[in-house]
């Protein structure tokens, strides 16, 4: 039983241990979380937008975002903010965001 305790007991202590990444954190915490929080909450985007374009992939997304993080004035950014625009540009560049006119 101890053996169990331990582990678990540090995992919960730890910060970050078990906090993932979600829409509302800021582009900064994008930046520092490890890449696997990056890559699933990534999946997640991919998997809700693939229907809308085949490109928006897990791995576009976090190139992407990688991105729009690493400009000087996003970093208090939300990362909903950084998909609203991949999703945005990407549509633009398929001309797929050209509405009924």
């Known amino acids: 039983m101890r053996r169990l305790f331990v582990p678990l007991l540090a995992a919960l202590l730890l910060p970050g ?7 509302t954190d ?6 520092q979380s490890s890449a696997m929080d ?7 985007f991919g998997k809700s937008f693939v229907s809308v374009n085949e490109s928006f992939t897990a791995g576009y ?7 729009v993080a690493g400009y000087s004035n996003a970093q208090k950014a939300r990362i909903e903010d ?15 965001g050209q509405g009924d006119e």
């Open 82 to 96: 950084a998909v609203r625009e991949c999703v945005a540009s990407q549509l633009r560049m398929t001309g797929q």
């Open 17 to 23: 241990a078990a906090q993932a990444l979600s829409m």
């Open 26 to 31: 800021t582009l900064e915490a994008w930046r």
């Open 38 to 44: 990056r890559l699933q909450l990534a999946t997640r």
């Open 61 to 67: 997304f976090v190139k992407c975002i990688d991105e």
